[in-house]
């Protein structure tokens, strides 16, 4: 095959590429605004037709699968630069800053219980697990982290930052900043402070969402 016969492959597939990137864009907003929301009007937001739309998602909940699993992701992908950070304080906050700030609770627990999730997602949700472990755990030997933090404790502050949301995107991306910022403050070792109150989150508190209905 020539390089002239290969030219227009390429180019439907970069426009493959770039109908796939409006359409998850577009179902990003529509799905958190409401995830209830019918997949025709993520096609109406895309600006593409419905055809364009299933030859990319079989359905809805592929297409929710896919948004979901980038957010975790993103996630992995963000632990695995913090625990390359030599200090553990540092690469903590700056994983929570991270995630935080790309919005990846919305992607995840917002869809939760929306679709039925892949063992591939499983598997992806498992590391990320695992990858946040060691960051809370590096912080806790480190004496940087107070004694009595647990991880569950770090997945509920990234569910509160994620639950800031006003109109203005940068608005809530300051808020959200300032909001992690104040609860990092309480997560930071210090003796005078007084113990939390409650044993700390359960995992079977923080999974029943996951469950389909």
Not at 74 to 88: G, I, M, N, R, S
Request: one cysteine or more; proline letters at 8%; charged letters at 25%.
């Amino acid at each position: 095959m020539t390089e002239t016969d290969a030219a227009p492959m390429s180019g439907r597939k970069q426009q493959a590429a770039r109908n796939d990137t409006v359409i998850l864009e577009a179902a990003r907003e529509v799905f958190l605004a409401d995830p209830k929301a019918p997949i025709a009007a993520v096609a109406e937001r895309a600006g593409v037709g419905i055809s364009a739309l299933y030859r990319r998602y079989s359905g809805k909940e592929e297409l929710l699968r896919r948004l979901c699993h980038d957010g975790l992701l993103l996630f992995v992908a963000q632990a695995q630069a913090a625990l390359a950070e030599p200090d553990p304080w540092r690469g903590l906050t700056g994983f929570l800053s991270a995630v935080v700030d790309a919005d990846v609770h919305s992607l995840t627990v917002h869809l939760a219980g929306t679709f039925t999730p892949t063992p591939e997602m499983g598997a992806t949700a498992r590391q990320a697990g695992e990858l946040a472990a060691r960051l809370v755990q590096r912080a806790l030997d480190d004496n940087s982290l107070r004694p009595d933090a647990v991880l569950a404790d770090v997945t509920l502050l990234l569910e509160s930052c994620a639950a800031v949301r006003v109109p203005d995107p940068a608005r809530t991306r300051e808020l959200r900043a300032r909001h992690l910022a104040l609860l990092l403050d309480g997560l930071a070792a210090d003796r005078d402070r007084a113990d939390l109150p409650g044993p700390p989150p359960t995992p079977a508190e923080l999974n029943w969402r996951w469950r389909t209905p």
